[in-house]
């Protein structure tokens, strides 16, 4: 069923994506009074799931078999239709080409400018409908919990890191984003009261990128629930017990790296490490406002979990910042959302095209796109990953690539600022190796897909 819900989900968004990116050709070509011969979704060759037609119009409006996108195919344009026979008879007054390149910019710039529109309207619902919610990295006053990679790189569990190259980050879930995007050399942080900077070798970005769990919430082990049918049901632990040592017959695990309290991470890491153990664990209970200290002995499964569910809610440990918007304050923030978010992602392509990063090995397809959105309905998610997916289809299409919208501006403004228009055989060229650069780039993604599902 989540696979289901994941797969509506990818259809519904890159559906809307497209339909508002080719309404902005459309809007403008039409405008301009400029023929526009086929809408559609998807693409049709050899047949159509549906097509339509109305009376007195120019325009065949249609579904397509095929659903890698879609087009909008006016009249003597050179595009991904390769219609070499419309460019064969003179120019039409209706047609694309007739039109001065100012007018054919703005037909050109359209489906960009259109995606950026849909994502800046979702957004300002968003801020409108929900709000926005995020912890600041100055309120998780427990510090982070790394992984092995983050040691190796020099973090320790309960720093807290206050910059990267001296810009200090505002939310802690951009801590990795932040420290991937700009390739930082140098990490500020608080380590046992006292600052220090860390020098970060960038022969670790490729790693870095591959290691979601680099930054994570360094939240106490605190008992939420146990199960009647856990290994340790009767084993003397209470909803609201903090583990604040273990001890087994080897090795203990309690106050280290400065002293702070015992993180959930690690105790994780240990229980996996004694699979099939007994271990002793220090417990802290309040009662009545008043802490007492217990010795517990627990069993750890052969999976080297204890059977207990653990309080996992943020709230309880950290302070929440929300902002709420009116109708009218929503639309400012809507437009900073947005700009955010270009911002970002063109750090991100910085990142593909920086061979030593490895980052083109994180290009994806359909198959990476849907993986990113939830096993179960939310609104919130949808539109959240919808905008963003906006934002990307408006940066990738104004790359000055052949064959993508940002190839042929780049080309019109051309013409714009010397007032020679490249040659019809010119232009056919140019999208032909455009095509075949979209094509391989089609090629990796799918390629990166299929080795991450084998993995």
Request: aromatic share 12%; hydrophobic share 45%.
């Amino acid at each position: 069923m989540a696979v289901l819900i994941k797969i509506v989900q990818v259809i519904l968004a890159l559906s809307l994506l497209v339909l508002v990116h080719e309404f902005g050709h459309f809007f403008f070509a039409r405008l301009f009074k400029i023929k526009v011969e086929k809408f559609y979704l998807f693409f049709d060759a050899g047949f159509a799931l549906f097509r339509w037609k109305p009376k007195k119009s120019d325009t065949e409006y249609g579904i397509g078999w095929l659903p890698i996108g879609g087009y909008c195919k006016i009249a003597g344009m050179i595009d991904e239709s390769m219609d070499k026979e419309q460019l064969k008879s003179e120019p039409k007054p209706w047609e694309f080409r007739s039109h001065p390149a100012w007018q054919r910019f703005f037909v050109l710039f359209g489906g960009v400018f259109f995606n950026v529109i849909l994502a800046i309207v979702i957004y300002t619902v968003m801020m409108c409908t929900w709000g926005e919610q995020y912890i600041k990295n100055s309120d998780v006053t427990t510090g982070i919990a790394t992984n092995e990679l983050g040691r190796e790189i020099g973090f320790r569990n309960a720093d807290k890191v206050i910059a990267f190259d001296g810009k200090e980050v505002e939310k802690f879930d951009e801590l990795r984003i932040q420290l991937i995007q700009n390739q930082a050399a140098e990490a500020t942080v608080e380590r046992a009261g006292k600052e220090m900077t860390l020098s970060i070798d960038p022969n670790y970005m490729p790693a870095i990128l591959e290691s979601a769990d680099l930054f994570d919430y360094g939240i106490p082990f605190v008992v939420q629930e146990i199960p009647d049918t856990s290994s340790n049901a009767g084993a003397g632990l209470l909803a609201g017990d903090r583990i604040v040592a273990i001890t087994s017959l080897a090795d203990t695990l309690g106050k280290e790296e400065g002293g702070h309290e015992l993180m959930l991470s690690e105790v994780r890491e240990f229980l996996a490490n004694h699979p099939g153990q007994q271990i002793e664990a220090m417990v802290q209970r309040t009662v009545n406002e008043k802490d007492t200290t217990l010795q517990i002995p627990l069993k750890v499964n052969e999976n080297g979990l204890l059977e207990i569910l653990i309080d996992g809610d943020l709230s309880n440990y950290y302070k929440i910042t929300e902002h709420k918007y009116s109708a009218l304050a929503a639309i400012p923030a809507g437009i900073k959302k947005a700009g955010e978010q270009i911002s970002n992602y063109w750090k991100q392509l910085k990142l593909i095209f920086t061979p030593k990063t490895q980052a083109y090995k994180s290009v994806g397809s359909f198959i990476a796109i849907g993986q990113i959105f939830p096993g179960v309905w939310n609104w919130r998610s949808f539109w959240a990953i919808t905008a963003f997916l906006s934002i990307m289809l408006a940066v990738l299409n104004i790359l000055p690539i052949p064959a993508l919208d940002g190839g042929h501006i780049l080309f019109t403004l051309y013409e714009m600022v010397t007032g020679r228009k490249p040659s019809d055989k010119f232009l056919m060229v140019a999208q032909t190796v455009g095509m075949i650069l979209l094509i391989a780039l089609m090629i990796l993604a799918f390629g990166n897909d299929i080795l991450r599902l084998l993995k």
